[in-house]
């Protein structure tokens, strides 16, 4: 009887492999979105027998989305794949445990499996520091030095530790708004609680991960840890890039805005708004983020403004507010707007729009100023519009903005007028 049951239980061994459990949060490469949510692969080898091969994959993490998993076997095929909720316990949740089932068509031997999914719990911010050079008195800043630190926020209840780890940002397309994967793995662990049946889930091997572009994606570093007791870990991204510094003096205004004080009897200056203007410095993209303003005032530097820098490609400019300036002043009126009919060229009746704007600015400064005048165009009819006379050169930025650059002599004012028709 003994020597019968030998056949038996090698074919069992042949057919069946079952994989011990593994601690969670460890992964190959880790993609962190700015969506809240990060992409895991997992990757281990695992010693096949030929023919059917059972693996049970504990390591998934608490909040997978089990929709997303894809799961790929080296010279093996993916047949099946079962997901159960017995798994550790994490914040009084059980956690998914994946049960892989693979067909080995080719000899006994150790396989490369991946499994790569997205879970919830993970994100990131970025910040920078940037450190304007000390200048002489009264005099704008030429140069600076750029921080970038980024940090990133574990709220998955425990410890992440990854060979890589990425940071995506922009618009990137993921279907989480309408809640899809969390209701149906909140319907999944009701299903599980209820009964012993585990659900079956279906996974394309094939698919392949969507295409990023290159101006998104942020190589963080490797081999690092980021532990559920330390939520928030803060890298650098890259330190002491040294930045030339233009800074813009702008007085920028709707079309309809007015610099009256109360009752409309006296103009009410208005600071201009001070710009920092430089380019990106690194070879690759700067992502989003807050930026804080220093300057030096001896040995210390102080803040000096807060604002934030867009995703800039390499070489891209970009440019922060400082604030508004204590010592250059503007003033703008509506000298005159009225609406006249005309005859085109098919000799119809139409209307247009004649506005002539005053704009006055001073400098208090000890230090003659470049300032840049923005005007917006009040819309009319086809929103064709000409500048009819202006004091001033003239530059068009968009559809219905423009620009003047002017020269502000220390302790004086310079008058800009300009009258615009639009049809």
């Not at 009887?1 to 038996?8: E, G, I, S, V």
């Not at 149906?184 to 209820?194: C, G, I, V």
């Amino acid at each position: 009887m003994h020597r019968k049951l030998r056949p038996a239980v090698f074919v069992l061994l042949l057919f069946t492999f079952s994989l011990a459990a593994q601690a969670q949060g460890g992964a190959a490469h880790l993609t962190v979105y700015d969506a809240g949510v990060a992409e895991f692969l997992e990757e281990r080898t695992i010693e096949l027998q030929s023919g059917v091969n059972t693996i049970e994959w504990r390591s998934l993490m608490p909040k997978a989305f089990i929709r997303t998993v894809r799961v790929t076997a080296e010279d093996a095929v993916v047949v099946r794949q079962d997901v159960s909720y017995d798994g550790a316990e994490v914040r009084n949740e059980r956690s998914p445990v994946l049960h892989i089932t693979i067909r080995n068509g080719g000899a006994p031997g150790p396989r490369k499996i991946q499994v790569d999914y997205l879970a919830p719990g993970v994100n990131w911010q970025n910040d920078y520091t940037l450190v304007l050079d000390a200048t002489a008195e009264g005099a704008p800043p030429v140069a600076a030095t750029l921080d970038s630190w980024v940090s990133v926020n574990n709220q998955t209840g425990t410890d992440l530790r990854a060979g890589t780890v990425d940071l995506v940002a922009g618009e990137i397309a993921l279907l989480l708004g309408g809640q899809q994967y969390r209701a149906y793995d909140e319907m999944a662990r009701q299903s599980a609680n209820r009964s012993d049946v585990s659900e079956s889930v279906e996974v394309v091997t094939s698919a392949e991960a969507a295409g990023l572009s290159v101006f998104s994606r942020f190589r963080l570093g490797r081999d690092l840890a980021m532990n559920a007791n330390a939520p928030i870990n803060r890298f650098p991204l890259f330190q002491r890039a040294r930045l030339r510094i233009t800074q813009r003096l702008v007085f920028e205004n709707e079309y309809g805005a007015q610099t009256l004080a109360r009752g409309g009897f006296q103009l009410l200056p208005r600071g201009l708004e001070v710009r920092l203007v430089s380019q990106n410095p690194t070879e690759a993209s700067m992502p989003a983020g807050q930026v804080n303003i220093y300057a030096r005032d001896g040995a210390i530097a102080q803040v000096v403004g807060q604002d934030r820098i867009p995703l800039t490609p390499p070489g891209g400019e970009f440019s922060v507010t400082q604030g508004r300036s204590a010592t250059v002043f503007g003033t703008r009126r509506i000298l005159e707007r009225r609406s006249t009919s005309y005859k085109d060229a098919a000799d119809y009746s139409r209307d247009k729009l004649t506005t002539k704007v005053e704009i006055v600015l001073t400098n208090r400064g000890a230090r003659a100023v470049e300032a840049f005048v923005r005007e917006s165009v009040e819309p009319h009819n086809e929103n064709r519009w000409t500048i009819l006379e202006s004091s001033a050169p003239v530059e068009p930025l968009s559809a219905n903005t423009f620009q003047m650059k002017v020269q502000v002599p220390a302790g004086g004012k310079t008058t800009v007028s300009y009258t615009v028709e639009t049809k």
